[in-house]
């Protein structure tokens, strides 16, 4: 079943905060909460003080709840917010840290990721306040799974503890209602500015939730610039470490207005591994070159098939995605197999559990996704290294 709402709710009534036992929602701090799987997320009034000991006591407190229900709390994120609801500091607490297992769960706190700088100022020079790495995920063409890596590496990050955003920028055919599992959600709009919405551990936001579902999406050029940029810019994301962009296939309008309002740390090129497929993601990963974005790496999706049985086949030529990148000389970041489960996941909008299976399939399918997110994790930190380098420092003589 996995930590629920309840759970948390009445976790938060019995808080251990300096040798008592404080009761959060009678006092009336806290301000919103969610839980998924062994995720959760909790909005506290910010007093100004003692964040760090106080998220550290919901996760004590929340922890203790799911254990006595038979459930596992792995990562908690506390945002503080000021009287007007604006963010202004989160705590994380939990998470795999840098070295995970994907074969098994996570158990005590670690104090992963800590405090997120205050945003209103843009330290990292990202063109978002508060954002810290922006990661676009593109594809030479619909179908290869862009969408799903997209997701599986923002839930990925998630899990080790970073705050992570997801931007829905396939304007033309949001995945992420689906994916994610939005379903019977509204989107909230405080302020004139989108709420993301908060599950597995991520703030998503998706044209999805802001038209019909079954209404065609015709975007001339600048409609589409416009829409993009507001999602961008009219979302109260708050701190963030990665926000993470799912580009629409092909190299269009999206990745020009994106190129022009971000300053991105990188992207990342998914590709299954037929020559036909490789063409297309050669055309991609020198779109971001000409864009000026480093390409962090190539994705080979769907490299090959691995039955419940944790059988291998070779359907598509596996390998050819690596090839393809050497001759780009781009990194390869690893390649993900097909799994039932992983549409299934994908379908049900539940995609934790791409990270939590134990049969062999499942395994296979965690090990490659958590090698990926350490991957892009490790040339995220390069390139931005490289970037802040590259930076000219203002002297004053
Ligand atoms: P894109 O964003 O490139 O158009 P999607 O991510 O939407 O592609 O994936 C297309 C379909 O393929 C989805 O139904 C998704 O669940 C499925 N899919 C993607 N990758 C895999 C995989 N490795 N194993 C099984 N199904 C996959």
Redesign the pocket.
């Known amino acids: 079943m996995g930590l629920t709402k309840q759970m948390v709710h009445e976790a938060l009534r019995t808080v251990p905060l300096g040798g008592e036992l404080a009761d959060l929602v009678g006092s009336g701090r806290v301000v919103w909460m969610a839980a998924c799987d062994a995720v959760a997320s909790v909005r506290l009034r910010d007093d100004g003080s003692n964040r760090r000991p106080t998220a550290e006591a919901v996760f004590s407190a929340i922890d203790a709840a799911a254990k006595a229900a038979g459930e596992r709390l792995d990562v908690l994120t506390v945002e503080f917010v000021d009287a007007a609801g604006k963010a202004v500091a989160t705590e994380r607490v939990g998470g795999v840290a840098s070295h995970p297992s994907p074969r098994g769960p996570s158990t005590a706190p670690q104090g992963v990721g800590g405090h997120t700088p205050i945003p209103g100022l843009d330290p990292a020079g990202t063109g978002l306040a508060g954002v810290s790495r922006i990661i676009a995920v593109g ?1 030479g063409k ?7 890596i997209a997701l599986n590496l923002a839930v990925g990050l998630a899990r080790r503890g970073h705050s992570v955003g997801l931007l829905d920028g ?1 304007i033309y055919g949001p ?1 992420m209602p689906t994916m994610l599992g939005l379903g019977g959600l509204e989107q909230v709009v405080r302020e004139g500015m989108m709420e993301p919405f908060y599950t597995h551990g991520v703030k998503c936001v998706t044209m999805g939730k802001l038209v019909q579902a079954d209404k065609p999406l015709i975007w001339r050029g600048p409609m589409a610039h416009g829409a993009f940029k507001q999602l961008v810019e009219q979302t109260n994301w708050g701190p963030l470490d990665y926000l993470i962009i799912d580009l629409p ?1 092909g190299t269009g309008d999206i990745s020009l207005t994106m190129a022009q309002v971000l300053r991105l740390t990188g992207a990342v090129v ?1 590709c299954t591994p037929q020559k036909v497929a490789q063409d297309d993601a050669v055309r991609a990963a020198r779109m971001f070159e000409q864009l000026g974005v480093e390409v962090l790496g190539v994705v080979e ?2 490299s090959y098939f691995v039955g419940d049985d944790g059988k291998e086949y070779d359907l598509f030529g596996k390998g050819g995605a690596k090839a393809m990148a050497g001759r780009l000389g781009v990194p390869f970041l690893g390649g ?4 039932m489960a ?2 299934v996941n ?2 049900a909008g539940n995609p934790t559990a791409n990270f939590t299976a134990t049969d062999r399939a499942g395994r296979e399918l965690s090990g490659a996704l958590e090698g990926v997110v350490t991957e892009v994790e490790g040339r995220a930190a390069l390139a931005e290294v490289r970037a802040r380098s590259a930076r000219p420092s203002l002297k004053i003589s």
């Open positions: 594809a619909g179908g290869v799974g862009k969408s799903t396939d995945s296939p998914v999706n769907m993900v197999p097909i799994t992983l549409r994908s379908d």
